[in-house]
């Protein structure tokens, strides 16, 4: 299927869309990717249009060449840089960083992460956001910002003590310890583990698998496992999964997947 380059791209953040898929390459392999202002801008439009636009079902992030993300740019520092005029929009987006980096605004729709060698600190920070994650051999997570007197702001204090058991959370983020692909696999913080340069090749066939599904099922469920976490009563948990659900059972995409399903053949699914 033939790729279509989307114009939200920008010189560090590359967006294009594939049939139903949007693909977001971080491209600033010369700095390992870190981030700057041009690819924090391409990535806040890149999730703004994954909701808009009803043709994309899902999304999937990956990085060039042999490193996911380094994380912030430490020779810029925090304020980063001018680039893609991320100065200017943040007047009227005071949270675009943090839209960016999937701490504020997550999309509806699901993000695939396929990562490549490290992906350290903002690297790990921006993994927490997404919700399937495919992960070459070689890869190597970590949130160090610890070990430079500084402090994870990209959520880690709090979502990955909600992902993996607190005794590994505080590990990672206590001693800056870098984690490797399979320990990552064994503590339950990615989903699958890949040969070195397969990772988006990976994360390309669970997409397909995906787009199979109903997208307003999938959606529905995506909110469910995102809002009705610990933090609530397990009967409150369960209410609002049927407030949730039960608007599901009226769409016309519930009618033919049990017609298909009679018909034994394939569904087709129109986000209806």
């Not at 806040?44 to 999937?60: G, N, P």
């Not at 049927?242 to 986000?271: H, S, V």
Request: proline share 4%; aromatic share 6%.
């Amino acid at each position: 299927m033939q790729s279509e380059a989307l114009d939200i791209s920008t010189e560090n953040c590359l967006v294009e869309k594939t049939g139903h898929v949007m693909v977001v390459t971080l491209n600033r392999p010369e700095a390992k990717n870190a981030l700057n202002g041009a690819m924090l801008v391409g990535l806040y439009r890149a999730w703004r249009r994954l909701d808009a636009d009803d043709d994309l079902y899902c999304a999937i992030l990956t990085g060039t060449g042999d490193t996911f993300c380094a994380g912030m740019d430490l020779k810029t520092g925090p304020g980063g840089d001018n680039s893609g005029d991320i100065q200017a929009m943040m007047k009227e987006i005071p949270d675009l960083h943090w839209q960016a980096l999937l701490r504020h605004q997550q999309p509806r729709k699901p993000v695939i992460l396929a990562v490549e060698g490290y992906a350290l600190a903002g690297g790990t920070e921006i993994l927490q956001g997404t919700d399937l994650r495919v992960a070459a051999e070689d890869a190597v997570f970590g949130v160090t910002e610890c070990k430079r007197g500084l402090f994870p702001l990209g959520g880690s204090t709090i979502r990955l003590r909600r992902q993996i058991p607190y005794a590994l959370a505080a590990e990672i983020l206590l001693l800056g310890r870098h984690v490797s692909a399979q320990e990552a696999l064994q503590w339950g913080l990615i989903n699958r583990v890949v040969p070195k340069g397969q990772a988006l090749a990976e994360a390309r066939r669970m997409a397909e698998e995906l787009c199979e599904n109903a997208p307003l099922s999938v959606q529905a469920i995506l909110r469910s496992l995102r809002e009705n976490q610990f933090h609530l009563a397990e009967a409150d948990a369960l209410k609002r999964e049927e407030e949730l659900g039960w608007p599901i059972f009226a769409t016309q995409d519930a009618r033919e997947g049990m017609k298909a399903f009679k018909e034994k053949r394939k569904p087709n699914y129109i986000g209806k």
